[in-house]
């Protein structure tokens, strides 16, 4: 199972999770990061909610 959404060959730090995201829904990808972060604080939300984007977002080729 994937989703349309493809990670960022050009704007990633890890993945491209959250750059692919920014790209897809023409986000600023500093600011999708900060919101990210902030999400993190909370173990679940943000740390799972990351590793199963990075498994269900399509390869960035």
Not at 7 to 27: C, D, K, P
Request: no cysteine; charged share 15%.
């Amino acid at each position: 199972m994937h989703i349309s959404i493809r990670r960022s060959r050009s704007n990633y730090v890890f993945a491209g999770v959250i750059g692919g995201l920014a790209e897809h829904f023409q986000w600023n990808p500093t600011i999708a990061r900060v919101l990210w972060v902030i999400l993190s604080m909370t173990p679940f939300p943000g740390i799972i909610g990351y590793l199963v984007l990075w498994m269900l977002m399509e390869d960035p080729d």
